[in-house]
């Protein structure tokens, strides 16, 4: 009955032995709880910095919340004058090109009128030997004819377009 007993006592005693070895450290427990309590202290000390920085992140998206809805309501006005300037421009340009014909048309006209004179000069029998007329000034005055011609006919082309 002994051994019965020194077995039964053993195989009790066994899972309470290994329940024991089984038991956390107190020490490494206590640590870790001191950790714990160290970082939760800097956390509470850092909060009102974080709930500072966090209003300041606030308030910097309430201002540019503005700045964006101020943008969007400017965005029609600035349309407007960016069209008004355009159409400005767009006037200018066409009343030079104009100015311009018209001092093209002008020097054809007294072109045409010096020429007539010329001709006029030398007495209605007499017809204008090209051979006596240099040669640089009827080059001359055919290029400025031509660029007078091509203005005339671009001009013509954007007042066609402007309409």
């Given at each position: 009955?002994?051994?019965?007993f ?7 005693c066994?899972p309470i032995?290994?329940?024991c070895?089984?038991l956390?450290?107190?020490n490494?427990?206590q640590?870790?709880?001191?950790q ?7 956390m509470?000390s850092?909060?009102?910095y974080?709930a ?5 992140m ?6 540019m919340?503005?700045r964006?809805?101020?943008f969007?309501?400017q965005l029609p006005?600035d349309?407007?004058?960016l069209?008004r300037?355009f159409?400005?421009y767009s006037q200018?340009?066409?009343d030079?090109d104009k100015?311009?014909l ?6 054809r006209?007294e072109l045409?009128?010096?020429k007539?004179?010329?001709?006029n000069?030398r007495?209605p ?8 007329v240099?040669?640089?000034v009827?080059n ?6 031509a660029?007078?011609?091509a203005?005339?006919a ?7 377009m402007a309409?």
């Open positions: 009955m002994r051994r019965l020194k077995a039964v006592t053993i195989l009790g066994m032995v290994c329940g070895a089984a956390p450290d107190m490494r427990l640590n870790n709880m001191d714990m309590v160290y970082n939760m202290g800097v509470a850092n909060m009102p974080m500072d920085n966090t209003r300041r606030a308030d910097n998206a309430d201002r919340a503005q964006a809805d101020k969007m309501n006005e349309k407007k004058a069209e300037a159409q400005n200018a340009f066409l030079n100015a311009r018209t001092v093209l048309r002008a020097i006209q045409s009128e010096l007539a004179a010329l001709l000069s007495g029998t007499q017809s204008l030997d090209q051979r006596s240099e040669p640089s009827q001359s005055t055919r290029e400025l004819e660029r007078v011609e203005l005339a671009k001009i013509r082309e954007i007042e066609r309409r």
